[in-house]
């Protein structure tokens, strides 16, 4: 089955830096275009950063744009999100998620498949 695992959270303080990474197993990982959401605590989960399954087309959401990169390697089945100047308000847990290549992967409700997520806490 399909699994994706994230790994690369943690605490840090504002302005500093992280790099998410998300592995995928049992799919065809350069069919399917990837996504990063995070969900704070009392919040709804939040589309955060997407990328398409050649690594020619990126979203980001405005709060993020700027200081996240999503990025991805077919060869190693793994996705980043390399964040750079970070806020307090992007403490979350930070999910990968999936779906295939014949999507629009801009869409958050069109993924289908999802890693269990990788807590950031940003200190002030």
């Known amino acids: 089955q399909v699994q994706l695992v994230e790994s690369g959270g943690g605490l840090v303080q504002a302005g500093g830096s992280l790099r998410l990474s998300c592995a995928a197993s049992?799919?065809?990982?350069?069919?399917?275009?990837m996504g990063w959401f995070r969900q704070a605590p009392g919040k709804e989960r939040e589309f955060v950063a997407a990328?398409?399954?050649?690594?020619?087309?990126?979203y980001y959401i405005d709060s993020v744009k700027g200081r996240f990169t999503i990025s991805r390697d077919n060869a190693k089945n793994t996705v980043f999100l390399q964040m750079n100047s970070l806020k307090p308000e992007d403490t979350a847990v930070y999910y990968c998620?999936?779906?295939?290549?014949?999507?629009?992967?801009?869409?958050?409700?069109?993924?289908?498949?999802w890693g269990q997520g990788t807590q950031v806490t940003v200190s002030s």
């Open positions: 049992g799919l065809t990982f350069s069919a399917a275009n």
């Open positions: 990328i398409n399954w050649t690594g020619t087309g990126t």
């Open positions: 998620a999936a779906q295939p290549a014949s999507r629009d992967y801009r869409s958050p409700s069109l993924y289908n498949f």
